[in-house]
């Protein structure tokens, strides 16, 4: 008998940039499975009726990426706890009733490329600096507090957004102004960067490392380029570091498993085809 047709796909606006379809069809074609993974580039304005038409049509769910992971909260059944307290989406999943389940898997994907990195990592180890207030550093914010983190630092150049975050996620988390950068990495276990600073096009992150320790972890969770200045200064002191394809791959393993059945690896030969779509 023909196996059941399963598909899945991402909606953003614009879209034509991502690599999720790259990654989950590589899956899909590694594990033998009869489905897709599209593209759906979805103007804000139709969010509502595309996820409606998740149901309609049978998918058997949906990535939700920029500029729609907010928004798109509001338009399915039911969130699960971890991603109210993010406060976006970027997975849902089409229950066989009929429900839209909402997720996000980011944090999950970041704490994977630590361990990935650094298998002995813990969160627990000491202070982490994080650098940014933006969509991405609220899923890294309340999946390293989950994984035990018991001191985060926020810095961002925006200070009122940092204060918010900090109130927001309590005692352990402290916001710090931008200008305290170089002063506040001094005795930390894992500076973060969240910021666009260092992406391509954009300015790279001014910091002085000199105050960093040699076991500091060093993570920026750009992937374009893959080795952003920062990443680089780092590694030249000896420092370990953690781009953030890691990030982009690990996100995906459990939206995969939930649509497609078979929870997947992230092989070499994954990391070697998305880098090659760069
Ligand atoms: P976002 O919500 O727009 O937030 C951008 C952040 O960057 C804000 O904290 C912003 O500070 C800061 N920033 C921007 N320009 C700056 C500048 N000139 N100087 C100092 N700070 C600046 O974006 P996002 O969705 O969080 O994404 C942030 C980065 O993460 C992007 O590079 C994105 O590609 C990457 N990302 C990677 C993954 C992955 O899977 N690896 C997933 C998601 C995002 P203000 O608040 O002051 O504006």
Redesign the pocket.
């Known amino acids: 008998m023909q196996k059941k047709f399963i598909m899945a796909g991402v909606m953003g606006w614009p879209i034509e940039h991502s690599r999720s379809p790259t990654i989950h069809n590589y899956w899909i074609k590694e594990h033998n499975i009869n489905g897709a993974y599209g593209h759906f580039p979805v103007q804000p304005n139709h969010l509502e009726a595309a996820i409606d038409g998740l149901r309609a049509l049978g998918l058997a769910g949906c990535n939700i990426t920029?500029p729609h992971k907010v928004a798109a909260m509001k338009h399915v059944d039911w969130v699960d706890p971890k991603a109210q307290r993010i406060g976006a989406i970027n997975t849902i999943v089409c229950k066989p009733d009929g429900m839209l389940c909402g997720f996000n898997h980011?944090g999950f994907?970041?704490i994977q490329s630590l361990y990935e990195a650094q298998p002995t990592w813990h969160a627990s180890a000491g202070p982490v600096v994080m650098?940014?207030?933006?969509?991405?550093?609220r899923?890294i914010l309340v999946s390293l507090l989950d994984s035990g983190a018991s001191e985060i630092r926020l810095l961002?150049?925006?200070q009122s957004?940092a204060d918010e975050l900090a109130a927001e996620f309590g005692p352990l988390v402290t916001a710090y102004p931008?200008s305290e950068l170089n002063d506040t990495i001094e005795d930390c276990k894992l500076l973060v960067n969240?910021?666009?600073?260092?992406?391509q096009g954009?300015?790279p992150?001014e910091i002085d490392l000199s105050n960093l320790k040699s076991d500091a972890l060093v993570s920026d969770?750009?992937?374009?380029p893959l080795e952003t200045p920062l990443l680089a200064a780092a590694k030249a002191r000896g420092n370990t570091t953690v781009n953030?394809?890691?990030?982009?791959l690990h996100?995906a393993r459990p939206a995969f498993e939930a649509w497609f059945g078979v929870l997947p690896d992230v092989s070499q030969k994954l990391r070697n085809v998305v880098i090659a779509s760069f």
């Open positions: 920029i980011d994907g970041y650098l940014g207030a933006g969509g991405a550093s899923s961002n150049r925006t957004k931008w969240t910021t666009s600073l260092g992406m954009q300015a992150l969770i750009i992937y374009a953030g394809l890691g990030m982009l996100q």
